[in-house]
């Protein structure tokens, strides 16, 4: 008799499930711009519901997966706009940034007529190796195993695409040397002879004052790896607190000279070497920064320098939280950003890029 109750409860439960009129869908994605930029952004704006025709017929919780997936690296995620750092009012959503994949889960039931409202996710165009590519990013709804399955759920409104157009942005030109101070009393110049054509070798000289320079090295292009980048390390009578102009010359096979620039670095040994993040590199009008290791602690300044070494550009207030920096008042190119604590200073290099 028991046998026969349990087996009567399944058959009428199932039949249950077949009468529902759940139906969980999307209303596609809300037009958006279609050609994009390296470095250019754009929200995609999406919802999720349940149509159930008026009858009583939810979606249980952690019933019901969201996947939206990103190409490749020539479109990549930013952040969750709305809701506000992924967490809505049915939805939890993350970004299984191995997988390159946005996801969904309901935490809460989704009731008939329910669901969540303008999700809007925020991506950026990746930099690509041709002039422009096209990209299709889709969304697909699945009913997730740890809920019930509705046989009555629509799949023909389960999914949209929406097409992306990226164009190569212009990069500007990178600097053929850059100068860093690798510990106190020690500058190292890296650069790469593979930029060069037809050079005998590589001369460095070092400034104070940016008009009388003393040659320092002269380096055989020969005896040089010429596929990568090289390192000259300057220990030569470094004093501290003294800011250094150096020159990188090229002397060429038939005897002309071309200089390849000049770098600044103040050899400053009273401040250890600090670390900080900052995304995206290239950027186009902000980008985010934040502090690491000895400068957690502090609220610091963050200045911008040309590849003349003139600063353009300070920033303030920078502490422990992701400090956004709008730098769409910066024209296009290359910038060494510093950050300086009391006991610590980090200094990188970033791209601004235009729209």
Same mark, same amino acid.
């Given at each position: 008799?028991?046998?026969?109750?349990?087996?009567?409860?399944?058959?009428?439960?199932?039949?249950?499930?077949?009468?529902?009129?759940?139906?969980?869908?999307?209303?596609?994605?809300?037009p958006?711009?279609?050609?994009?930029?390296?470095?250019?952004?754009?929200?995609?704006?999406?919802?999720?519901?349940?149509?159930?025709?008026?009858?009583?017929?939810?979606?249980?919780?952690?019933?019901?997966?969201?996947?939206?997936?990103?190409?490749?690296?020539?479109? !990549?995620?930013?952040?969750?706009?709305?809701?506000?750092?992924?967490?809505?009012?049915?939805?939890?959503?993350?970004?299984?940034?191995?997988?390159?994949?946005?996801?969904?889960?309901?935490?809460?039931?989704?009731?008939?007529?329910?669901?969540?409202?303008?999700?809007?996710?925020?991506?950026?165009?990746?930099?690509?190796?041709?002039?422009?590519?096209?990209?299709?990013?889709?969304?697909?709804?699945?009913?997730?195993?740890?809920?019930?399955?509705?046989?009555?759920?629509?799949?023909?409104?389960?999914?949209?695409?929406?097409?992306?157009?990226?164009?190569?942005?212009?990069?500007?030109?990178?600097?053929?040397?850059?100068?860093?101070?690798?510990?106190? !009393?020690?500058?190292?110049?890296?650069?790469?002879?593979s930029?060069?054509? #037809?050079?005998?070798?590589?001369?460095?000289?070092?400034?104070?004052?940016?008009?009388?320079?003393?040659?320092?090295? #002269?380096?055989?292009?020969?005896?040089?790896?010429?596929?990568?980048?090289?390192?000259?390390?300057?220990?030569?009578?470094?004093?501290?607190?003294?800011?250094?102009?150096?020159?990188?010359?090229?002397?060429?096979?038939?005897?002309?000279?071309?200089?390849?620039?000049?770098?600044?670095?103040?050899? #400053?040994?009273?401040?250890?070497?600090a670390d900080?993040?900052?995304?995206?590199?290239?950027?186009?009008d902000?980008?985010?920064?934040?502090?690491?290791?000895?400068?957690?602690?502090?609220?610091v300044?963050?200045?911008?320098?040309?590849?003349?070494?003139?600063?353009?550009?300070?920033?303030? !207030?920078?502490d422990?939280?992701?400090?956004?920096?709008?730098?769409?008042?910066?024209?296009?190119?290359?910038?060494?950003?510093?950050?300086?604590?009391?006991?610590?200073?980090?200094?990188?290099?970033?791209?601004?890029?235009?729209?």
């Open positions: 008799m028991k046998n026969i109750f349990i087996t009567s409860f399944l058959v009428f439960m199932t039949l249950i499930a077949f009468g529902q009129t759940c139906d969980i869908f999307t209303t596609g994605f809300q958006v711009k279609q050609e994009l930029t390296t470095g250019e952004s754009v929200d995609l704006i999406f919802s999720i519901k349940n149509d159930a025709k008026g009858i009583p017929c939810s979606y249980h919780k952690n019933s019901v997966q969201v996947l939206l997936f990103l190409p490749d690296n020539s479109v !990549n995620f930013e952040s969750f706009i709305s809701p506000v750092e992924g967490k809505g009012l049915y939805f939890d959503w993350v970004y299984d940034a191995p997988n390159r994949t946005i996801i969904g889960l309901n935490h809460t039931a989704i009731p008939d007529g329910a669901g969540e409202e303008n999700i809007t996710v925020r991506i950026k165009a990746g930099v690509i190796n041709v002039q422009e590519v096209n990209k299709t990013l889709g969304l697909t709804i699945l009913q997730y195993y740890e809920g019930q399955i509705f046989p009555s759920n629509n799949a023909s409104n389960d999914n949209s695409i929406v097409s992306l157009r990226i164009k190569s942005g212009q990069l500007p030109s990178q600097p053929v040397f850059e100068v860093i101070s690798s510990d106190c !009393n020690e500058s190292n110049i890296i650069f790469n002879p930029d060069i054509k #037809d050079v005998v070798s590589f001369e460095v000289t070092r400034s104070k004052d940016g008009k009388i320079f003393e040659k320092i090295a #002269d380096l055989i292009a020969a005896q040089m790896n010429s596929s990568g980048k090289n390192i000259y390390t300057d220990k030569n009578n470094l004093t501290d607190g003294l800011t250094y102009i150096y020159e990188l010359t090229a002397v060429m096979k038939n005897g002309s000279r071309k200089s390849l620039g000049r770098q600044t670095i103040t050899n #400053d040994c009273s401040l250890k070497s900080f993040d900052f995304f995206p590199n290239p950027a186009v902000k980008m985010y920064v934040r502090l690491k290791g000895a400068l957690q602690n502090e609220t300044q963050m200045t911008f320098n040309n590849l003349k070494g003139e600063v353009v550009k300070i920033a303030n !207030n920078i422990n939280t992701t400090n956004e920096i709008l730098i769409n008042d910066l024209p296009s190119g290359v910038y060494y950003i510093t950050i300086k604590g009391n006991e610590a200073v980090g200094r990188k290099r970033f791209v601004k890029i235009s729209q």
